[in-house]
């Protein structure tokens, strides 16, 4: 009984840690943010106080509805596709080698292509819609995730894989038990990099060609010059990236649990 009571102080401890330092930092940086700005007569540097206070009139209910969810479906949208691409081409990729041999020099070649060079091209292809955005955001996204996942299948253990082979484990059952677990902290964390880059990418496709969306609305604000307004913009999808940003690392916890413990227990013997 002592024993669960002590590893519930311990949990308890380490969420809390965790909390501190996941809300310490932004309090800390706006707090300097405040301080830096108190006495500004700058007007295109308003004081924090004053976008604090711009911030409910300007993100309403209804602004909320006609923006930010529909920014938050395209990145979602966008982020998932990415997600599937990345992971299923990165272990077919990872797994063959010569068809790593084949795609290798290709992959480079576009990887080092800047995602947002190519939104007057996918906008041709893809016309000005939410396609557009959506293709606009998997296309920066599926990077990261595709390279780590390519990593993570090549780093599988090859004793295990042989283990697998010499009991008749392959096709899905391997991929399913043995290949993507043991890759799955590469691709986890391929995906995280891969949150941040569609956060800004779905930013910079609503400033091509769009009648809606946070990235669409900072613009309008800053042609009309309503600047206060504008940093609120700016603001929220400060407070969006962070939201998404905690939410990822929940879910990473959970997902890989048995990871984490693995390295709690390595490092404690």
């Given at each position: 009984?002592a024993?669960?009571?002590?590893?519930?102080?311990?949990?308890?401890k380490?969420?809390?840690r965790q909390?501190?330092?996941?809300?310490?930092?932004?309090?800390?940086?706006l707090?300097?943010?405040w301080?830096?700005?108190?006495?500004?007569?700058?007007p295109?540097?308003?004081p924090?106080?004053?976008?604090?206070?711009?911030?409910?009139?300007?993100?309403?209910?209804?602004?909320l509805?006609?923006?930010?969810?529909?920014?938050v479906?395209?990145?979602?949208?966008?982020?998932?596709l990415?997600g599937?691409?990345?992971?299923?081409?990165?272990?077919?990729?990872?797994?063959?080698?010569?068809?790593?041999a084949?795609?290798?020099?290709?992959?480079?070649?576009l990887?080092?292509?800047?995602p947002?060079?190519?939104?007057?091209?996918?906008?041709?292809?893809?016309?000005?819609?939410?396609?557009?955005?959506?293709?606009?955001?998997?296309s920066?996204?599926?990077?990261?995730?595709?390279?780590?996942?390519?990593?993570?299948?090549?780093?599988?253990?090859?004793?295990?894989?042989?283990?697998?082979?010499?009991?008749?484990?392959?096709?899905?059952?391997?991929?399913?038990?043995?290949?993507?677990?043991?890759?799955s902290?590469?691709?986890?964390?391929?995906l995280?990099?891969?949150?941040?880059?569609?956060?800004?990418?779905?930013?910079?496709?609503?400033?091509f060609?769009?009648?809606?969306?946070?990235?669409?609305?900072?613009?309008?604000?800053?042609?009309?010059?309503?600047?206060?307004?504008?940093?609120?913009?700016?603001?929220?999808?400060?407070?969006?990236?962070?939201?998404?940003?905690?939410a990822?690392?929940?879910?990473?916890?959970?997902?890989?649990?048995?990871?984490?413990?693995?390295?709690?227990?390595?490092?404690?013997s």
């Amino acid at each position: 009984m002592a024993s669960v009571r002590t590893r519930g102080d311990r949990t308890v401890k380490a969420l809390t840690r965790q909390v501190l330092f996941a809300v310490g930092l932004p309090a800390v940086l706006l707090g300097l943010w405040w301080a830096a700005s108190d006495a500004s007569t700058d007007p295109f540097w308003p004081p924090l106080r004053t976008i604090l206070r711009t911030f409910p009139s300007v993100w309403t209910g209804e602004r909320l509805r006609s923006d930010v969810v529909p920014s938050v479906l395209r990145l979602a949208a966008g982020y998932v596709l990415a997600g599937l691409a990345g992971v299923g081409l990165g272990t077919l990729i990872g797994s063959r080698r010569g068809v790593r041999a084949f795609c290798e020099p290709v992959l480079e070649f576009l990887r080092a292509v800047p995602p947002p060079v190519l939104v007057p091209v996918i906008m041709l292809f893809a016309g000005i819609g939410d396609t557009m955005k959506i293709v606009v955001i998997a296309s920066g996204c599926v990077w990261p995730v595709l390279l780590n996942t390519v990593e993570g299948v090549r780093a599988v253990d090859s004793v295990m894989l042989e283990t697998a082979r010499s009991y008749h484990i392959g096709g899905v059952g391997r991929l399913r038990h043995l290949v993507l677990p043991s890759a799955s902290p590469q691709i986890v964390a391929g995906l995280r990099q891969a949150l941040s880059i569609g956060i800004i990418l779905m930013v910079i496709s609503e400033m091509f060609a769009a009648n809606n969306g946070i990235g669409f609305t900072v613009v309008q604000f800053q042609r009309s010059f309503a600047i206060p307004d504008m940093w609120t913009g700016i603001l929220l999808l400060g407070l969006l990236g962070f939201l998404l940003s905690v939410a990822f690392h929940f879910a990473e916890r959970r997902v890989l649990g048995w990871y984490h413990g693995l390295r709690a227990s390595t490092r404690r013997s």
